[in-house]
């Protein structure tokens, strides 16, 4: 999930002359990263999704075949 936040004046105007009242500058819209866990997870639902029916050899295939393969590494007995 993206969370947003605003900008602070001072992380906008630093060295800057923005040629506002009393320095200030309008507050953006900063975007937050999202976190790598989910993303992680949604792009293995993603993938899990697209293979669910077999696989075609596609991309999206071939990336699942090797997602797959190293997340099973922990359940060889080696």
């Known amino acids: 999930m993206m969370r ?24 953006p819209l900063l975007i937050e990263a999202a976190d790598t866990h989910d993303v992680m997870r949604e792009q293995l639902e993603y993938l899990i999704e697209h293979a669910v029916s077999g696989t075609c050899g596609c991309r999206q295939c071939q990336r699942y075949s090797g997602v797959r393969e190293l997340l099973m590494e922990i359940f060889s007995d080696s």
């Open 4 to 27: 947003t936040t605003n900008g602070t004046p001072n992380q906008l105007t630093a060295g800057v002359d923005t040629g506002l009242p009393n320095g200030l500058a309008l507050r």
